[in-house]
Structure formats: structure tokens, C-alpha cells
């Protein structure tokens, strides 16, 4: 069979890796950079900027503790120097790996007329196709949104911004907010609405005074127009670098005639990653959703399966998630709703250990955060957040046993590695004593 892969990101990629190991003739066209949006764009730039901003904050905690004493500065221009040349390498191996497995890759731009795929000036049959095209940031209705960066420019600065006014209230405004207020930027988050709306109050709190102290949030604040010298807003008039930090919207553009697209612009699939057009399937941030690697990676193996016969379903509930910060705040929760729980709940919190990445926080109180929702009739777990220097790593191994039907009593087993700054599994075991 041959199989049509448009899109080299996460989903795309893992589709057409799944299929090449399948045996199937698979092609894989890219218009730019292997490795989507997180490695050449997001997360992957994100993850290099902060281990130097939390390398900073260490630097300025000891030096405050009078353990260490020089003075210490940093070259933007030779950070960003340092993540091209590693996003280099790395796709260099995702592209190395993508060819052994027997995919053909075809770096070009895609069309389609009347319904026929043209790629390089060129028709292109194929059985079956993935589509896997991303998203792009989105630019909100506000003048003057030229004058303003988006994720897409961070690596284009020359220098670390006196001055930085970031628009908008979730997880990539957050996650630059900490980045550039640790680097000496003066930075001010303008939330149209409520800052990390979606995370608990308690420890939204947390983080905004805790990870966030360097930085200015203010909630409720328009964005009016935006020049060369900053922003005019509902508060007055605000001076510095403009990032937009908005969101996404998919990159449907492609495919807009040829399958069904939603009002958000995202293309509809169901529980297969079927689209409304006979054997063309979609994953990713085309098809709206989460955002996040590892759930499109999950939708392009689905759609993979499904592509090919073999029956599969993406499962949504108890995802994990993660912000990167000078710790962590990574979290998951149950999508699936049961009218008792609420008679049944029990919360329960607890603070952070003191262990790697924490000890020498024990002196000022910051040692990180947990919280945990649990129905403590079946021992199942609701939501479970927390702030700490292993979160993202420990949440996902709860995420997987909490997908296998794991109850909070298995914890009664757990053996943890020590030392470390687990929470997580103090609270199980204390809860399936109940």
C-alpha cells in the first residue's frame, strides 16, 4: 500500500515511522525542517533557553546564601548559536532514522488541484494519506500585530529585551515569562482574561509567587494596538518588545477543499483520525485538540493503524501535561465524568521534598507543591497536579498507570527512588489507608 505522509512533525513522522515498519511504501513530504513545530519552534527552543534561566536562578540562590560569590553574565547571541547548532544535529538524526526505516522523504511544498496531489510541479498518487501539518501562531484581531514577535521569532533576538511585554495567559506566555524575567528582562504579562486559567487557584497562586515573582502578570488588561515602541492597552500605554503568546491555529490551508474543517479551522476526525474524505486521515495540531507532542504522536499512530486496517482509537483520558519553569508544574486529570464523584471526592496537599534539585530551596520555602483530587470510595485518582523538579517525569508514570486502571491502594507497592522530590507518591499511599 502506498501511503502519503504530509507533515514532518511528531504525528507525521510517527505515522510514517509506524507504517515503515509495517512494510508499507510510505512517503513523507516536508515543506521545511524535519521535526515540526516542538523541535524547530517550540518546546525543543523552549527546554534549551530554560536550563540556562534555571542555571541563572540557581547562580543567584547560592550567591544570595553566600555559598557561591562572583559575578556572573551570559552572551543571548552565543545561547541561541548553541540551540541551532543542536537543533542541527537532532534533526539530522530524525532524518537519518526516518530514511533507515525506509521512508521516503521529499523536502517540497504540497498543493492540490482539483482534488489531485502535486508535489514539486508534479502529480502524486498514493492509497491512503496522513495529514499532518501543524499549526501556526495565532495572530490576535489587534492593530498593529506586524510590530510584534511571536515563538516563532525568539531565536531571531540579538539580545535579551530591557523591557518585554508578553499578550496572553496560558502555557506558552507563561513558560517565556519565566524564561526572559530569569534572564533580566523587565517582563509583563497583559491576560485579556485570568492568567493559567485552567490550573487550579491554589496553585496558579503558587506559581505566580513563587516561579513567576520576577514578572508582572495582569489580568482583565486589552490589548489595543501595538507599535515599534509597545503596546496601548486598556491600562494605558505600555513600553517595550511585544511577544504574542496567543495560542495556535491548525494549518488546514491545504486541505480546506478537500475535507471537512471546523470553525476553529481545525480539520474533523473522529476517534480513528478519519476524516470526512475516504482514506485521508489527520493528526496533530491540524486537528486542534491538546498541542501537545506526545498526543500527536499518539493521533499519527492511530491514524497509522487505522490507515491500514488494524483497528485503534486515541484515549484522551488522563493525559499528562507539563509547563516548563524553574520547576516544573506538570499535571493530568480524568476526562471521564461520574455524577457520584463528587459525594466521594477527597483533596489532599502536600508541600515538596527537600532532594535533588531542592534542597537549597528549603531555606526560603520554595521547595514546590502537590495536590491531588481522589475518589476515595474506588480509589480512583480526579486530578493530580504538582510542582516540582521531577514532575514531568514522575506524572507520566502516573498517567500510565492511572490508563492501565490502577486504583490509589497499588500504591501500598510503591518502592520510590531516594533521594528524590516525589510527592506523588506520599500522598497515594496516605490515601489508601482510607
Known amino acids: 500500500m502506498k501511503i502519503v505522509v504530509i507533515g514532518g512533525g511528531p504525528a507525521g513522522r510517527t505515522a510514517a515511522l509506524e507504517l515503515g515498519m509495517m512494510n508499507h511504501e510510505v512517503i513523507l513530504i516536508e515543506r521545511s525542517y524535519i521535526g515540526g513545530t516542538c523541535?524547530?519552534?517550540?518546546?525543543?527552543?523552549?527546554?534549551?533557553?530554560?536550563?540556562?534561566?534555571?542555571?541563572?536562578?540557581?547562580?543567584?540562590?547560592?550567591?544570595?546564601?553566600?555559598?557561591?560569590?562572583?559575578?556572573?553574565?551570559?552572551?543571548?547571541?552565543?545561547?541561541?548559536t548553541g540551540i541551532t547548532t543542536t537543533l542541527n544535529k537532532i534533526r539530522h538524526i530524525l532524518e537519518k532514522e526516518t530514511l533507515e526505516a525506509g521512508i521516503k522523504i521529499i523536502y517540497a511544498e504540497a498543493e492540490f488541484q482539483k482534488g489531485q496531489l502535486i508535489v514539486d510541479g508534479k502529480p502524486l498518487d498514493y492509497d491512503k494519506m496522513i495529514i499532518a501539518t501543524g499549526g501556526k501562531p495565532f495572530l490576535p484581531p489587534i492593530e498593529g500585530t506586524e510590530h510584534a514577535l511571536t515563538y516563532q521569532d525568539i531565536l531571531k533576538l540579538k539580545e535579551v529585551p530591557d523591557k518585554l511585554l508578553i499578550v496572553g495567559s496560558g502555557v506558552i506566555a507563561t513558560e517565556f515569562a519565566s524564561i526572559f524575567s530569569s534572564l533580566g528582562s523587565e517582563v509583563h504579562v497583559l491576560c485579556r482574561k485570568i492568567f493559567l486559567k485552567q490550573i487550579d487557584?491554589?496553585?496558579?497562586?503558587?506559581?505566580?509567587?513563587?516561579?513567576?515573582?520576577?514578572?508582572?502578570?495582569?489580568?482583565?488588561?486589552?490589548?489595543?494596538?501595538?507599535?515599534?515602541?509597545?503596546?496601548?492597552?486598556?491600562?494605558?500605554?505600555?513600553?517595550?518588545?511585544?511577544?504574542?503568546?496567543?495560542?495556535?491555529?491548525?494549518?488546514?490551508?491545504?486541505?480546506?477543499?478537500l475535507v471537512k474543517i471546523g470553525d476553529r479551522g481545525e480539520i474533523i476526525v473522529n476517534d480513528k483520525m478519519e476524516t470526512s474524505t475516504p482514506h485521508i486521515y489527520a493528526a496533530g495540531d491540524v486537528v486542534g485538540g491538546t498541542g501537545t507532542t506526545p498526543v500527536a504522536r499518539m493521533e499519527g499512530r492511530v491514524a497509522a493503524h487505522n490507515a491500514v486496517g488494524i483497528d485503534d482509537k486515541v484515549n484522551y483520558d488522563y493525559l499528562p501535561y507539563a509547563i516548563n519553569l524553574d520547576y516544573d508544574l506538570a499535571l493530568l486529570n480524568s476526562k471521564k465524568e461520574d455524577p457520584k464523584d463528587n459525594e466521594n471526592e477527597v483533596v489532599g496537599r502536600i508541600p515538596g521534598a527537600a532532594g535533588p534539585g531542592s534542597f537549597w530551596r528549603v531555606l526560603s520555602g520554595k521547595t514546590g507543591f502537590t495536590k491531588t483530587k481522589i475518589n476515595i470510595e474506588n480509589g480512583s485518582i480526579k486530578e493530580l497536579i504538582s510542582v516540582a523538579p521531577a514532575a514531568r517525569n514522575n506524572i507520566a508514570y502516573i498517567s500510565l498507570l492511572m490508563r492501565l486502571g490502577r486504583k490509589i491502594y497499588d500504591f501500598d507497592q510503591f518502592v520510590e527512588t531516594h533521594p528524590s522530590t516525589d510527592s506523588i507518591y506520599k500522598l497515594m499511599r496516605f490515601f489508601s489507608k482510607f
Not at 525543543?44 to 559575578?71: C, H, P, R, W, Y
Not at 503558587?206 to 486589552?222: C, G, P
Request: aromatic share 10%.
Open 39 to 80: 523541535l524547530n519552534e517550540g518546546c525543543t527552543i523552549v527546554t534549551g533557553l530554560n536550563d540556562v534561566a534555571k542555571f541563572m536562578n540557581d547562580a543567584f540562590n547560592f550567591q544570595e546564601q553566600n555559598i557561591i560569590n562572583f559575578n556572573y553574565e551570559f552572551s543571548y547571541k552565543n545561547i541561541v
Open 201 to 257: 487557584p491554589e496553585i496558579r497562586q503558587y506559581v505566580v509567587e513563587n516561579l513567576l515573582e520576577k514578572a508582572n502578570i495582569y489580568e482583565k488588561v486589552d490589548t489595543i494596538k501595538i507599535n515599534e515602541y509597545g503596546a496601548i492597552t486598556s491600562k494605558g500605554e505600555m513600553e517595550g518588545l511585544v511577544l504574542l503568546a496567543t495560542g495556535i491555529v491548525p494549518n488546514s490551508d491545504l486541505v480546506s477543499d
